[in-house]
């Protein structure tokens, strides 16, 4: 495990003003998206899906903004027919180092893990939804109803992440479960998490390998190194919310 | 009315007649000051019962939504993603800001001696009250789950949870509780003199009420200057609770990073807004209060046209602040606020916005004119409108702009749901029908302040000749 | 650095106990037993199953035709989360959308749960039945049927159906079966394996090494969607992005902009069935070297001018195509959606050809025989004229049983196609469809076939891939329901039969099948395992998810049926007049929704549309300018109208098409197929007609032509991005 690395606004990879979302703490989970590689297929989406029992809201829901994709793909036009590009770029909970969310919650139902997840306590939840209107990247979820499984749907519920009821706030928690999953795993055996053994269910899923997820307090993770990148640009990185997630743009081939 | 002999300048007396208006200087006895309070409070006609019933019918459908919002979830409420609050908030900012103005006009006038304030303040603190208590249901009302906002309080438990005082929404509880519970108390501190005079002149329940609640009033040298003493406290520390609840409430918004949202003047913009609604919401009040008790004697125009002359200031201020943030937004040229700006102008929101513009400015317009100030009718409407106009500058704070943010790729829409426009209905309900109850169970006129006003410019009978007496009191 | 490594240990490590039990005892490696119609865990549980401990099993994808490895975690007997096998070289531990869903076809409320028979068919009232009384009420029906009036209807089969289904056919006289689906016919598999056949000689689908190619032009082939085997193409895309020294450069021809499109560095929009005359053209451009006899009487301008590309762009593209070191040209579904596909097709593959990329490192291969052969993999999909074939004949009475599997032909094929209508001459339909689809409610026997979660097969990976692989499919759990796999339905029938029919499907139970299938490989010097006898390599086959080659492995196309002579490309053919049908319809298949048969799932039907952001209903895709011209904007309601049919859909503004052509998503529509799918939207195969490539018989389905009429009536499509802030993006 390298010297965790402090945050400073003047090293290179923090262009922008923001944090880089490095913590002092020796784990920072930080997640990397390559957007010259995301292929809009939504695998991400429906892993996240299956993997976090996120409801589904169907159809008069959803045309009115209440799906609970904890995890969506924005795709962005540039340009005019005929020389028209569309870019997807996967959005979720964007785990801020200064998250606008935590502040604001009145039960502390949202809180900072010393791993630097930004967590949600779904039973300390009183659904004030004052999370979800500081939000900047608008990816808490809100559960307006509790969800229906006719059976026998339920048994697709995954058994180590809570089913929310109505009235709670819910958003992307870096797969958590998954994550502790591994860690136990790996201090059953006497060692260390690996770099790359961790995959939430959309960096497992991906066709692509567009997600890159570790530890950004280590200098030599994946993720680091791709946060380093002269691609690498974080969301609303003006705001000062210090995103784990880091973006890659896009290349461009010339011909 | 006929027994009531108005000072007229042939009697030789200086005393100017506006000031005779303020103050209600007559030759009315003090039992005659009495009975007319008293006896309007006796009168209730069919439209009195029919009013209360359709309010307590609305009121119980309310209750009914709210408990199909509790049942069923948000969902019913008409909010999504990324519009999380929606009219339950902005109904939330409208009540918190018709509560400052009964602070104002007690409280502040209080302090600085405007003595035509006497007639109005009860119903102006019973309006603070009665605001404030359905201001007080909306953090219960839009939380999703009703029956955990126990973890609100700050009560100990064996896990050492404790809220997040960092919260604004924390903030807002304890300013609002505490608003709440000072002005209470203020207003029923004033009550005790008037309950005594209550008690004295009724018979039957009202009296067993009255004693109950005059907590043995005899109106002592010493029970008088307590009574003075904790007005005076309750003056003074009321008032920078009064600025902080708006502050407060406009911190929900302004420390978020939504754009518009987060700015400084949003605390002295809801401040401004919150008198400027509360005076109109008052004047509203006392016109249709003088109309259904034929309060004449108390409410005359006189006072009218001051709570005008105080609308006035307050829209003119609130202009003044509305443009001061405008000018700072717009040359600041931001694209996210510019856009932000293009919406309201000849946007989707450009209907609201300028509803309320029109709303909002031309009463204040109107308001210059004495005439139209002391027209129980103008006044009624123009307010009315200016209640319309901050409703709309509320809604359009809280709902239209959290439809759009950082991310134009999740903006939304809004459309309140019956749920909703039932459960704001029953809060307007709630309010207008306690305020009826109050009137008629409660004197709304602080008798014993009018007459201690009189002693101010009073009329003595001196052998044959009328003397006017001026006294300083307080 | 390899990711996910702990999931393949663990697999490793918990899957090998299942085998190793499952092989010893033959039974299925489950942890919950049946008692009535609950679930309840075993009171002694086999040992892998820790109450709360999760299992992962390795097993086959069956929501495409691909056949992708995958690995199931189980707990308590349940299955709770699918993710890709990373063992398995097709796939790579991967999978798409539709892969991740396989679990609500598993548990979907509207699964059929018995055999039932319909009292009337359309009548919807279905009268459960023992497989006992079923299956003897079918056998009465065959005996007294003609053998060759038997008629197997099945979509893309899986390849332990196919064998064990042909066999049967082919031993009672029946003919065998008939493969199609819309999938299929939407990616072009029928038109791609007839020109693999006359090109290289072979009914493969040839593969094309993207991943090692540094210029991909793409006609058509959606390749990161649908098309053939979307993951294995997905994971050769990212290795196509993230090679040393560049990015590659990836240029899509067709009339809409697809997701695959969206990714290309160019998208290159052409004019509805022009792919085979632009690659006609580049081929003159480029010389065409010793073949140049083929680009003879090309006229550049010509072609230029009829597929709506400049000469500029025609150039540029040639040039870029010359100066690449690795190129590939693939033909996709959209040029075998029109009547000329077949040539298409071969004009296509002729730049391979001519840039000499055939068998060369990023072109074109096929995969080596070895493990197809010796599985006897099913052969390619049928062509739509086989199904007018059999259209035909059901009419003329010819036709006295049709089972059907797997396809939903009445969904899916073209109405004026009047399949349906011609299923009234069929005197006895059997159904094996797990839902009550628009097919089964023509049906009078519906014996619902397992899940695949709950099935045992396997798969010869046929498209896609680097080495050949056979993917192993067994339960994951055991049969929540009273259904029964098809496979050993048609052994029982077999054995009831008996004679040659018994002796062709000698085995005993499907289990027994399939081990002796396996052995079939067993011994290959290629083996990613070792093994000593062929029973430890069924359990290391089930184990491991299948069997693989331990290299790459892929076999040069031999270029046996290029001439050096003109290659004739006709112009499409249209169903309509231009003057009263001014628009081309651009059906294409769903992301999510396939073909329509993931429409009843409803992380699916709630999966966006990744393009316009749209789900659970059908839109229509309008340029700005046809929009503009007709009058019609967002979440208008638009009437859709070709010589064929009308459908209604909502507009979807979108700058990615042609101003001359209308895109509708396919996969929406359905009548029945459960709660999540029917009354919900509308089929675009209603507008389409029955015009086919001559050559292969496939379906022309991207002719028709139609145009639109509003309706007046607005209604919201649900969509996650917010039409007010569509094209503000720059904002922040």
Known sequence: MATAKKNSLNTPENEGGGHGGETTAETRWGLSIDLDKCTGCQACVVACHAENNVPVVGEEETAYGRSAHWLRIERYWEGEYPNVKAKFMPVMCQQCTDAPCEAVCPVYATYHSDEGLNGQIYNRCIGTRFCGSACPYKTRMYNWFDPIYPEPLAEQLNPDVTVRSRGIMEKCTFCVQRIRRTQEDAKAEGRDVQDGEIAPACVQSCPTDAFTFGNLNDSESAVSQEARSSRAFRLLDNLGTGPAVIYLKGGETRV | ?474 | MKKATLSRRSFLKLVGGAAAAGATVGAMPVAAKKVGEHFEPYVVPPEEALPGKATWYATTCRMCAAGCGIMVRTINGRAKKIEGNPSYPLNDGKTCARGQAGLQALYNPDRLRNAVKQNGRESRIFEPLHWETALSSLMDKIEAADPANIIFFGGVMADNLYYVTSRWLEAIGAPPPLQYDLHAALEGRATSAKAAKKLFGTMQQPIYDIANADVIFSFGANFVETWMSPVSYSRAYSKFRGQTGGRGYLVQFEPRMSATAATADQWVPIRPGMDGLVALALGKILGGGSFSGMYHNIDIKEIAHASGIELDTLKKMARILANADHPVVVPGGTPAGHSNGYDSYLAIHSLNLILNQLGREGGVYISPNSPAEALEAAPMPNSFADVEALIERMNGGEVEILFVHGANPVFELPQAAAFKEALANVPYIVSFSSFVDETAVQSDLILPDNTYLESWGYQVASSGGDRPAVASQQPIVERMYDTRSTTEVIMALAKEMGGAAAKALPWESEILFMEDMSGSIYGSSLTPYTTKTGKEFWAAFRQHGGWWANKKLSAEPEAVGFKNSPLPVAAPNFDGRAREYPLFLHPYPSVSLSDGRGANLPWLQEAPDPMTTAAWNTWVEMNPQTAHKYGVHDNDVVKIISPNGEIEARVVVYPGIRPDVVAIPVGQGHEDYGRYAQKRGSNPMDLVGTITDPKTGALAWASARVRIERTGRKEKLARLESLHGHGKEELT
């Open chain 2, 1 to 474: 009315m006929s027994k009531i002999k108005r000072i007229r300048k042939s009697d030789g007396v200086i005393v100017p007649e506006d000031v005779q208006d303020q103050l209600l200087l007559t030759t009315v006895s003090d039992d005659e000051l009495n009975a007319l309070m008293l006896e309007p409070m006796k009168r209730t006609g069919p439209l009195f019962w029919g009013t209360l019933a359709v309010l307590t019918a609305v009121f119980f459908w309310g209750l009914y939504a709210w408990g199909y919002q509790i049942r069923w979830g948000f969902g019913v409420a008409g909010i999504n993603r990324p519009v999380y609050w929606g009219m339950y908030i902005s109904t939330f900012v409208f009540w918190v800001g018709i509560s400052h103005a009964g602070t104002m006009i007690s409280a502040v006038l209080r302090i600085f001696k405007a003595d035509w304030r006497r007639p109005i303040t009860r119903g102006a603190e019973a309006m603070t009250a009665f605001a404030l208590m359905m201001a007080g249901m909306y953090p219960m009302i839009h939380v999703g789950r009703l029956w955990k906002v126990i973890w609100m309080f700050p009560y100990p438990n064996n896990r050492h949870l404790w809220p997040n005082f960092q919260s604004p929404l924390m903030w807002d509880m304890l300013a609002i509780t505490t608003y709440l519970v000072g002005s209470s108390l203020y207003l029923y501190l004033a009550l005790i003199p008037d309950l005594g005079m209550a008690r004295d002149n009724s018979t039957g329940w009202r009296y067993k009420l009255y004693r109950a609640m005059a907590l043995g009033w005899r109106g002592t040298e010493a029970g008088w200057h307590k009574l003075e003493k904790a007005l005076g406290i309750f003056a003074i520390v009321i008032i920078p609770i009064f600025l902080s609840v708006h502050s407060i409430v406009s911190w929900d918004f302004a420390v978020t990073t939504q754009p518009r949202w987060n700015s400084t003047i949003l605390p002295i913009f809801f401040i401004i807004g919150a008198v400027f609604s509360g005076l109109s919401a008052l004047a509203t009040i006392l016109v249709l209060v003088r109309w259904g008790m034929k309060l004449d004697f108390y409410l005359r125009k006189e006072h009218l046209d001051n709570v005008g002359k105080l609308i006035f200031v307050a829209g003119i201020s609130w202009i003044y602040v509305w443009f001061a943030g405008l000018i700072v937004e717009w040359y600041s040229n931001m694209p996210i606020t510019v856009e932000l700006l293009h919406d309201e102008w000849y946007g989707d929101l450009a209907p609201l916005f300028i509803t309320m513009m029109v709303l909002n400015i031309i009463p204040i317009f109107f308001l210059a004119f004495r005439k139209v100030r002391r027209s129980p009718l103008f006044l009624l409407i123009l307010t009315l409108m200016v209640n319309v106009g901050m409703y709309i500058e509320r809604f359009l704070i809280v709902a239209g702009n959290l439809m759009r943010n950082y991310m134009p790729f999740n903006w939304g829409d809004y459309k309140p749901t019956w749920v909703t426009i039932s459960i704001v209905a029953m809060t307007f309900a709630g309010f207008i029908l306690f305020y009826m109850i109050f009137t008629r169970v409660i004197p709304y006129v602080p008798v014993w302040e009018v007459k201690q006003g009189r002693l101010r410019f009073s009329t003595r009978q001196v052998g044959r000749v009328e003397v006017v007496t001026i006294t300083q009191v307080d």
